[in-house]
């Protein structure tokens, strides 16, 4: 996916009303505010609530779903072969600004504290995106990719951030 493309695609959605951030690759790409390598999708996180607004949006301009794993999350594809990953949030009541994300096991939520949800730059354009904090969250408990250790050591530069690789 190229960076008009997820322009294109964050545009739509503040369009349509709906909060998203951007995480993986181009999350971190957008808190670096330069592109480092190829992207093969776009996550997003969004308010759980704001969902029908979300698929709705992306439906007018194309895409379909093509994997259902909610209430983690959920894929949409282009016809041509773009890909968004989509990540439903529950933000805390009271309003102080931590969310939650279902995880395959119900008694341990993704947490998402308040102080995640920063901004980020992709081409000059400044968006939402997760902190490297957050990144840095969840790029653990699993053998890493090469693109993944690419990645971290990038956080690692950066904001001379602890990784777990």
Request: aromatic share 8%; with cysteine.
């Amino acid at each position: 996916m190229e960076a008009a493309e997820v322009l294109s695609v964050l545009a739509l959605l503040r369009r349509a009303g709906v909060e998203v951030w951007v995480g993986g690759g181009w999350g971190i790409d957008a808190l670096l505010g330069r592109r480092t390598r190829d992207h093969r999708d776009l996550d997003l996180m969004h308010r759980q609530e704001q969902e029908p607004a979300v698929v709705a949006a992306l439906a007018e301009a194309g895409f379909s779903e093509s994997l259902d794993w909610r209430p983690v999350r959920f894929v949409v594809t282009h016809a041509n072969g773009r890909e968004i990953d989509l990540h439903p949030l529950v933000f805390a009541g009271g309003g102080d600004g931590s969310a939650v994300q279902a995880s395959l096991d119900p008694e341990r939520p993704f947490p998402y504290p308040a102080s995640c949800f920063v901004t980020g730059a992709i081409e000059g354009v400044v968006v939402p995106c997760l902190s490297a904090e957050q990144q840095v969250f969840f790029h653990q408990g699993y053998e890493p990719t090469d693109r993944d250790r690419r990645d971290m050591a990038e956080l690692r530069r950066a904001f001379g951030i602890a990784t777990h690789f």
